[in-house]
């Protein structure tokens, strides 16, 4: 079998795929993140998967060496362009062997995978009801934003303002709804360990990125304070980012991202690397659907995932939701806070290429909010 082309689509809100065909027929599709930088992802993708056009697909693991060996190697754009290409080679191989991806990677390793949703939105404020909303729907995890903006030295009552928040879902629910709590690395480590030392009565499921990847040194310190279990990693791509956080030993949940790391494969070896220093994982994947497919693959076969991130319906508002394009939308389908392992062949996804075709014509421009601090300095978002 050989590589015949490359299509990439820019979809909205914020989501690029990629179609690889073959000269046999199948098609296999991946995902990249825009981030702020969708034309630059789009070009490289096709730069990149062009030098790939004529070659065997089912070599995943030389072509990902490959694409990810030059001199500017790594960096989320280049890796985010290898995860969507890998995902893709992936969903060719197993529609080839009519297998899902997972039994391509050791088979099974879990029954059914647990999954949380979101609630609060980027500015939490009445998050009960959400939760109540969530607990109706059979969900028994749930995850919020922290904070909104935060100084390096900020107002305790910012800080209580969070407190009250997330003590109003642990009153109503007690234990029987499990609260991750998201810093997003816009709190700096002097408010970071005030949060987390505050917070720690209220048992959070566990807390992520309290602060920066880029400021990793400060989780030994964070982790000196609290027991609650400190999770990060969305950001980094590929094995040798992860590597420190391994060496230094105070993470105990990494949240990969199949779509920035590396690919399906890449996630996939993080995920075994992590269970030598018996850490968890909860793989990061608020994107598209073919991302989130990706996600369950890997889930389904890695004993160290205990839950997922998705993110069903947070898109309505902004353009289109990730089950618009998917017509087989019962492989999402969510049970009392658990999906079932995907059991079609390849990523598991019919997707519906009319809707993509057409609405890749309308382009994205995706921007992140732009948030400031009460004197104007720039805040992390
Ligand atoms: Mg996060």
Redesign the pocket.
């Known amino acids: 079998m050989k590589i015949t082309d490359i299509k990439v689509y820019k979809i909205k809100p914020r989501w690029i795929f990629v179609k690889v065909s073959t000269d046999e027929g199948i098609d296999g599709w991946g995902e990249m993140i825009s981030g702020t930088k969708t034309e630059t992802v789009v070009a490289g993708a096709y730069e990149m998967g062009n030098r790939i056009i004529g070659r065997n697909p089912f070599e995943i693991e030389r072509l990902w060496q490959e694409l990810h060996r030059s001199f500017f190697r790594s960096g989320p754009i280049n890796s985010t362009i290898v995860s969507g290409i890998e995902m893709a080679l992936w969903d060719i191989k197993g529609k080839y062997f009519n297998v899902p991806v997972y039994e391509l990677l050791g088979g099974a390793a879990r029954d059914r995978i647990k999954v949380y949703s979101w609630i609060g939105g980027d500015r939490p404020n009445e998050v009960q009801d959400q939760a109540t909303d969530r607990y109706n729907k059979g969900f028994t995890a749930i995850k919020m934003n922290a904070t909104e903006e935060l100084h390096y030295i900020d107002s305790f009552k910012k800080v209580q303002d969070v407190i009250d928040r997330v003590t109003s879902i642990r009153e109503k629910f007690g234990f029987d709804m499990e609260i991750g709590i998201?810093f997003?690395g816009r709190v700096h480590k002097p408010m970071a360990k005030v949060l987390a030392k505050e917070l720690e009565p209220l048992r959070p499921m566990f807390l992520?990125?309290v602060v920066l990847p880029e400021n990793e040194e400060a989780f030994s310190e964070i982790a000196q304070h609290v027991s609650t279990p400190l999770a990060t990693g969305?950001r980094l791509h590929t094995r040798w980012a992860f590597k420190n956080i391994f060496k230094q030993g105070v993470i105990d949940i990494i949240q990969p991202d199949v779509a920035l790391v590396g690919g399906i494969l890449e996630t996939r070896k993080i995920a075994a690397m992590a269970e030598a220093y018996d850490m968890a994982v909860a793989p990061?994947a608020p994107y598209g659907p073919i991302a989130l497919a990706a996600t369950l693959q890997v889930d389904a076969c890695t004993p160290n995932v205990f839950i997922q991130e998705q993110s069903l319906g947070i898109h309505y508002n902004k353009g289109f939701d990730l089950l618009d394009f998917v017509k087989n939308k019962e492989v999402f389908q969510y049970t009392n806070g658990y999906v079932d392992l995907p059991n079609k062949p390849g990523l598991g996804l019919e997707l519906d290429e009319d809707l993509i075709e057409e609405i890749s014509q309308e382009g994205l421009i995706w921007t992140n909010p732009k948030w400031k601090n009460y004197d104007g300095t720039i805040a992390e978002w």
């Open positions: 998201d997003h992520e990125e969305e990061h």
